[in-house]
Each structure stands twice: as C-alpha cells, then as structure tokens.
C-alpha cells in the first residue's frame, strides 16, 4: 500500500494481490467518507441485500472497478466499512452491490475524506442491517 495523507484526504493505492477490505482497515479511520476508487478486482464477492441476508454473487476473474463509494464507522469496538462498488466485465457490461471480498488486481486507486466534528456510528436494527447513526 501507497498511503499519502493531507488535512482530511487520505490518498491510496493498492497493490496487484491486496486484499481490499483488510487492506482498508489498515487505515484505523473511526468516522469517514470513501469517496472514489478506480482500478481493477479479482475474487469478488458483491452482495445484494434481499430483505434478510445478501444474495452473493462470487465473480473470480478480473473486473474493471469503476466506482467505489461508502463510509467508514464503529459499531462499538468494531470498525465497519460500509462499501459498494460498481464494476464492469469484459465487454463492458457493468453492475455493482455490496463489497463483502476482494482482491486487488493490478490496482486500486482510493481516495478518502476523513470526517472532522462529526461521527459515524453503527447500531443493530431489526432489519438485520448496522444502521447508521451519525452525530
């Protein structure tokens, strides 16, 4: 991992191999904003949230990412990162969902904004989904 921090901007790139969310919370960042990623996974697992549990869809071959988007909380003492992600096959078909897995392929280029005076917090709700409470 590449890491370049200015103020509030985290600047990253990953590595062909990283692991995405792993290398994600490398970052230790209680309350923030994902706010771009642009590269290249492989070995995704992208879910669809159907009400009670993700319906996953596990792709292992390359996948362009185009748009990576979510925020960082904690639930308590554990840090969530909330992460959605559209990619493309080859060909150019493109769709996306929730990021559960990852593996970087080539690169990953993510940018992040750390949140000043306000805080991310995830409570359980009877969705069965970490609600978000910022404050």
Not at 43 to 62: C, F, H, K, M, T
Not at 74 to 89: F, N, Q, S, V, Y
Request: overall charge negative; proline content about 1%.
């Amino acid at each position: 991992m590449i890491k370049v921090e200015s103020g509030q901007d985290v600047m990253v790139r990953l590595m062909d191999g990283e692991e995405l969310m792993s290398s994600l919370a490398t970052l230790s960042l209680d309350s923030a904003a994902l706010l771009n990623g642009v590269g290249m996974l492989r070995d995704l697992e992208i879910g669809y949230w159907n009400g009670s549990n993700y319906d996953v869809q596990r792709i292992a071959d390359p996948v362009e990412l185009l748009s990576l988007q979510g925020n960082f909380a904690r639930k308590g003492d554990e840090l969530m990162i909330h992460c959605h992600a559209t990619i493309a096959k080859h060909g150019a078909a493109a769709f996306g969902g929730h990021v559960l897995k990852a593996t970087v392929h080539n690169t990953a280029e993510i940018y992040v904004h750390k949140l000043s005076g306000i805080v991310l917090e995830r409570k359980m709700e009877q969705t069965g989904l970490a609600g978000l409470y910022p404050r």
